[in-house]
C-alpha cells in the first residue's frame, strides 16, 4: 500500500438539489472522530457507508443536519482587544505579525463545515 501525501488526502462533501443526504469522504482525523461520535449519536440521521485501508471513510448525512460557515476575518480592531484581552488575562502573545494574522484569519476561500 502506498502512502498517500497530504494533498491526495482530501475531503470532498458532496451536495445535490435532488437527494436529502450529503455524502462525506474524507482522510482528516478530527473530522473522521466528530462523524463517527455524530453517527453513534444518531444512527438515522449520519451513516458510515465505507472505510479504507488507506485510511478514507466516507458517510451518507441528513443534509438538515450540516452547514457551512463562513467565517470573515478578524478587524484590526478585534485583533487589537483580543491581544490587549490576552495580555490582561495572562496569556501570551506568540506571534502578531500580518502574515500570521492572515493565516489564522482570513485566507481560508471557505468556511468551516458543522454538524448540527
Known amino acids: ?3 498517500l501525501s ?4 482530501e475531503t470532498i462533501i458532496n451536495w445535490n438539489e435532488a437527494e436529502d443526504t450529503a455524502s462525506i469522504y474524507t482522510f482528516n482525523a478530527d473530522l473522521k472522530r466528530r462523524l463517527a461520535e455524530f453517527s453513534r449519536k444518531y444512527p ?5 457507508e465505507r472505510s ?6 466516507t ?17 484590526e480592531e478585534r485583533l487589537a482587544a483580543a491581544r490587549e484581552y ?4 495572562g496569556f501570551q502573545v506568540l506571534r502578531t505579525d500580518k502574515k500570521m494574522t492572515e493565516s489564522r ?5 471557505w468556511g468551516l463545515v458543522e454538524m448540527m
Do not use: N
Open 6 to 9: 497530504k494533498y491526495e488526502k
Open 52 to 57: 479504507t485501508t488507506e485510511g478514507s471513510v
Open 59 to 75: 458517510y451518507a448525512m441528513d443534509k438538515s443536519r450540516l452547514s457551512i460557515r463562513l467565517v470573515p476575518p478578524y478587524s
Open 86 to 89: 490576552a495580555k490582561q488575562h
Open 105 to 109: 484569519c482570513g485566507s481560508r476561500p
Open 1 to 3: 500500500m502506498k502512502k
Open 44 to 48: 438515522q440521521l449520519c451513516r458510515l
